[in-house]
């Protein structure tokens, strides 16, 4: 059976039952983790290879949002807390090299956490620019508010997490730092103009559009769209995703639970898919809405098949690397930063 352009969570600790019978009917592409499903590193490493035996592929996506700071899925006492973005733009300002060194470091350290699991994704860097008034969700996620310097910094957190053997997803496109709102609890909608957007936004996410995989925001561009949020603008993902980025790679919804989207899930599935996005992305582990989505989804093909199967191709095997050095170097660049 060929793979659904889905991406799903789980409940919990371990597979059900039903759920097991679930991935086994659906094929989803991949699986994403969250903290609800991670105890001890044994845990999550059983739990990742169930999850791919249930579909029969040895190397199926396994992804995480594990960026640093507040957005985190592993923490202590198993695994190493590491610096929010805005910490590498700190000490790009005192230093751009070692800024750049320092967000380099951490990801690869998250990198060789991660492979250690079997975890094979990496729901990161950022590119977002946030202004002055907008929503905290963002916030010191973010590497600055010049494009130039965000792009830059998110360059050097992808190299860090390539290294290490794990893919980057690019979030969130065309950009949410100007959010008003938190995309997770209702829709944001942004007034500002297509030049400045094209300027400022856009312009950290261009430099970028290599990258093998990009996650959309759930935020209205009312210059561009003021009906639809990006993730369902057929008009935003055409002319801004692929036209003025020219991000081609593989694109995937932002959570289509989240209350910014309208309907029922499996209306928003529709919609998602409708406007062109190669994968729909589901988090919660309701499986009543899991279903919904597989129902909705087509099969993997043409050129959303061949964006995902490139994708997984240009994952590299992990270098060689010191782990103990790589750790007390960052600390020791983070110093830096605290006593600036």
């Known amino acids: 059976m060929s793979s659904r352009a889905f991406i799903t969570g789980i409940s919990g600790l371990e597979l059900s039952a039903t759920e097991r019978e679930f991935i086994r009917g659906t094929q989803p592409w991949g699986f994403i983790l969250f903290k609800r499903n991670i ?12 999850l791919r035996d249930c579909l029969g592929e040895a190397d199926a996506p396994v992804l995480i949002d594990q960026e640093g700071g507040r957005v985190a899925r592993l923490g202590p006492p198993h695994w190493p807390v590491y610096p929010p973005g805005a910490v590498f733009g700190a000490l790009y300002d005192l230093d751009k090299a ?22 094979t994704v990496d729901c990161l860097p950022l590119a977002d620019v946030p202004v002055a008034g907008a929503d905290a969700v963002i916030g010191n996620r973010a590497y600055g508010t010049e494009p ?16 290490g053997g794990v893919l980057p997803v690019l979030k969130h496109i065309p950009g949410h730092g100007r959010a008003a709102a938190d995309s997770h609890f209702r829709l944001p909608t942004v007034d500002t103009s297509r030049k400045e957007l094209e300027q400022t936004d856009f312009a950290a996410f261009q430099p970028l559009a290599d990258l093998p995989m990009a996650m959309t925001a759930h935020v209205v561009f009312s210059a561009l769209d003021p009906a639809q949020p990006a993730t369902t603008s057929a008009t935003i993902i055409r002319q801004v995703i692929r036209g003025v980025i020219g991000f081609q790679g593989l694109l995937m919804s932002d959570d289509v639970s989240m209350n910014a989207l309208a309907g029922s899930i499996a209306e928003r599935t529709r919609a998602i898919v409708n406007a062109g996005c190669d994968m729909v992305l589901h988090c919660n582990g309701n499986l009543d809405e899991m279903r919904d989505v597989a129902r909705e989804t087509p099969e993997l093909a043409g050129e959303a098949l061949d964006r995902a199967r490139r994708a997984l191709a240009s994952r590299k095997q992990p270098e060689p690397f010191d782990r103990q050095a790589a750790r007390a170097e960052l600390e020791a660049l983070m110093d830096r930063v605290g006593t600036a």
């Open 98 to 119: 070692l800024g750049l060194k320092a967000a380099r470091l951490s990801s690869r350290l998250i990198a060789a956490d991660l492979i250690d699991l079997g975890i």
């Open 39 to 50: 105890e001890t590193p044994d845990q999550v490493s059983d739990l990742v290879g169930e």
């Open 148 to 163: 130039a310097k965000v792009a830059a910094i998110a360059r050097a957190v992808t190299g860090g997490l390539e290294q």
